[in-house]
């Protein structure tokens, strides 16, 4: 009886906060967000506390030594980047992601066709990571899209898994974490597929970037930004997530990509204004891009009429001739009961500055249990 009372008196100078933590780590689960300089926000600004792991983006690669670099204009933010976001959370893990939208991806496929560059790449990324004080690694290479770079990602990632191995060997510090940024699906609309045994064997996860599916500069209609379900044409969360696995993915290993941002649309008619309406090209930005806090007040603004479409899992509002399809708390809910359903690895949100007030992170890291994985 005496022990059980030192228990109780005990427990309430644990926090809370601090139990979630470390049954989040034993759990492996990722609660992961994205991060870059021009975001609008500093790191310190960012509520770590809602978050397991945060990628720092992006650090590139040097077409002429193949060595992995960070820019001179960010070598000060990226350097202090994990002590700022771990000041809230200790527990925090922080992965330098390389590459992104705006990299070269012919130069990727050529650091990687030979082994001596790819040997280059992984030394200098384990050693940029290292002193500036990363937990991980994070491969952002768009879309190879032959069979002899996707064999090629495939060596890369093998050697890059061999190197971490021995480098934490050597040092006695845990190993490198290792994820990669890639398509919804392994199939996609490259004419080959992921080296998805190369990546199973080699990543700790990857983050299937289920987003993107219609955007007013390569879509002739409207249509759902991050559908969960298809919507007709298999673009969706679930068509890839589903097609991973079946390529022999682990679902352990796969984590669901979620936008905090919108795609906006310029209607054709402002009365035909549901899915697959025809469009005049992008509204809002050249590019039709809006974060969700931006989404938001023109709702707000515009007294725009919001929709949620619970067949497919995504939301859109519309306001005049201007339509704008986004995630919300709702539809956030529904993929992250469906991450924990499939057993995914969790999920990941590009970007965390979109976020209005960190109420979208508020709303995922309350639905995810600790106990997911």
């Known amino acids: 009886m005496a022990s059980n009372d030192n228990h109780i008196l005990l427990f309430p100078f644990i926090s809370f906060f601090s139990l979630l933590q470390i049954n989040s780590c034993m759990a492996q689960i990722v609660k992961g967000g994205s991060w870059f300089p021009d975001s609008g926000i500093t790191p310190s600004d960012i509520d770590s506390t809602l978050f397991t792991h945060l990628f720092c983006a992006f650090a590139d690669l040097n077409a002429s030594t193949n060595q992995v670099v960070i820019s001179s204009a960010n070598a000060q933010s990226f350097a202090a980047f994990t002590s700022d976001v771990q000041q809230k959370n200790p527990s925090v893990l922080t992965l330098l992601s390389i590459g992104g939208g705006s990299s070269n991806a012919t130069d990727f496929a050529t650091m990687a066709s030979q082994s001596s560059s790819r040997k280059t790449f992984i030394d200098s990324s384990i050693a940029l990571a290292r002193s500036n004080g990363f937990h991980g690694l994070d491969l952002d290479w768009g879309s190879p899209d032959t069979e002899d770079k996707m ?51 080699s990543l700790d996860w990857i983050n299937a970037m289920a987003y993107d599916f219609f955007a007013p500069n390569w879509s002739s209609t409207t249509g759902p930004l991050a559908a969960l379900y298809n919507p ?135 639905i995810l249990p600790i106990e997911f994985i």
């Open 151 to 201: 064999a090629n990602l495939g060596l890369l990632l093998r050697e890059w898994r061999a190197a971490v191995s021995a480098e934490a060997a050597n040092s006695g510090e845990d190993a490198l974490l290792l994820s990669a940024a890639v398509q919804y699906s392994p199939h996609y609309w490259s004419p080959t597929d992921y080296p998805v045994a190369a990546m199973a064997a």
């Open 232 to 366: 007709g044409n298999r673009l969706s969360g679930d068509d890839g997530v589903s097609a991973w696995i079946q390529a022999g993915m682990p679902a352990k290993q796969i984590g669901l990509g979620i936008p905090f941002y919108g795609s906006a649309f310029t209607l054709a008619d402002a009365n035909n204004h549901g899915y697959f309406a025809p469009i005049n090209g992008s509204a809002i930005s050249s590019e039709g891009m809006i974060q969700y806090n931006q989404i938001a007040k023109y709702i707000s603004l515009n007294n725009a009429t919001t929709v949620y479409d619970s067949t497919v899992v995504s939301a859109y509002c519309y306001s005049g001739r201007t339509w704008i399809s986004y995630d919300d708390k709702q539809t956030i809910s529904t993929k992250v009961a469906y991450a924990k359903g499939r057993g995914l690895r969790g999920y990941f949100a590009w970007h965390v500055a979109g976020d209005d007030n960190w109420q979208l992170n508020y709303k995922l890291f309350l």
